[in-house]
């Protein structure tokens, strides 16, 4: 496995709290799918986690080497938890079409936060 790109990105929590307290339900439904939505809703500090996932779906943009646009756009990315907490992403739609074209066969994602900050690394992988 070869390492075809990577990504790192970084949001200060308040940005996305922000967004959050001014747009609502229109930003969440513009960058998150319904997953990902149902499990930051039940988190303490929602914020944090909508900042770790945002965070997540630039890294991965960056990774590709696309960034957030026509080839690979927010609701293209889900980030999801396995039962051990580690974290993975989904590509859908153009995402998808996308990753294959690159060769991309798997991403390898990791995530932190605090209370100011969320940070987000994202490796392509593909043969």
Known sequence: MN???TGVD???TSRIASSLEKHGDRFLARVFLDGER???????TPSQCYAARFAAKEAVSKAFGTGIGASLGWLDIEVRRK??????VIL???????AARLGITEIRLS?????HYAVAHALALGA
Request: proline share 3%; glycine share 12%; charged share 20%.
């Open 3 to 5: 390492i075809l790109g």
């Open 10 to 12: 970084i949001v200060e």
């Open 38 to 44: 149902a499990y930051c809703s039940k988190m303490a």
């Open 83 to 88: 039962a051990s907490g580690e974290p993975f």
């Open 92 to 98: 859908h739609g153009e995402g998808a079409k996308t």
């Open 111 to 115: 995530l932190s936060h605090s209370d």
